[in-house]
T-cell receptor, first 113, second 114 residues
């Protein structure tokens, strides 16, 4: 099936630990996005990438890092500098032509041990 | 800074009712507006996308309208079913090249009862 696969579904982080969330897509979309969702708040953009080897900070990039070495992959690392990482993380992708919707994966729920 | 508001935050209706969900945004300079559905613990499913030059879009029992000048959109659901129970989110984009970043509302949680 064509789509976006996020793994793992649940992830636990210890204090001082970096963790990496995986996002893979087989839609051949150029643009990819990472969002954070907290209860009672809308989705907030962490990072986005328009093309391989290029990415831009979103509204809440502090404490996060990304890479885009391949078109189909856009992993997100939650570093120890992110003091409140507990949230639901969503990855999305969008085709590279105007007025196309973003398509989302099923998310990763990150919690602190 | 764009702000997106959705009212009501939660809504419960009996099966078969027609209903309207509201979305308002503060900056009318948008490129498009999207409505999404989110089931508990899941990602978002795109329902409808309205371009800034359009007034409405329809898909099955769903109809979304857009009044860009007043900063408002509505999602109309006809003949609601229990399977429609979910959180509905609207999001607006201000195009920045191909990235088309979205600003989301906080959603309306819909429950359709038997």
């Amino acid at each position: 099936d064509g789509g976006i696969t996020q793994s793992p579904k649940y992830l636990f982080r210890k204090e001082g630990q970096n963790v990496t969330l995986s996002c893979e897509q087989n839609l051949n979309h150029d643009a990819m996005y990472w969002y954070r969702q907290d209860p009672g708040q809308g989705l907030r953009l962490i990072y986005y990438s328009q093309i391989v080897n290029d990415f831009q900070k979103g509204d809440i990039a502090e404490g996060y890092s990304v890479s885009r070495e391949k078109k189909e992959s856009f992993p997100l690392t939650v570093t120890s500098a992110q003091k409140n990482p507990t949230a639901f993380y969503l990855c999305a992708a969008r085709a590279d032509y105007s007025n196309q919707p973003q398509h989302f994966g099923d998310g990763t729920r990150l919690s602190i041990l | 800074k764009q702000e997106v508001t959705q009212i009501p935050a939660a809504l419960s209706v009996p099966e078969g009712e027609n209903l309207v969900l509201n979305c308002s945004f503060t900056d009318s300079a948008i490129y498009n507006l999207q409505w999404f559905r989110q089931d508990p613990g899941k990602g978002l499913t795109s329902l409808l996308l309205i371009q800034s030059s359009q007034r409405e879009q329809t898909s099955g029992r769903l109809n979304a309208s857009l009044d860009k000048s007043s900063g408002r959109s509505t999602l109309y659901i006809a003949a609601s079913q229990p399977g429609d129970s979910a959180t509905y989110l609207c999001a607006v984009s201000k195009n920045t090249g191909t990235a088309s970043k979205l600003t989301f509302g906080t959603g309306t949680r819909l429950q359709v009862t038997l």
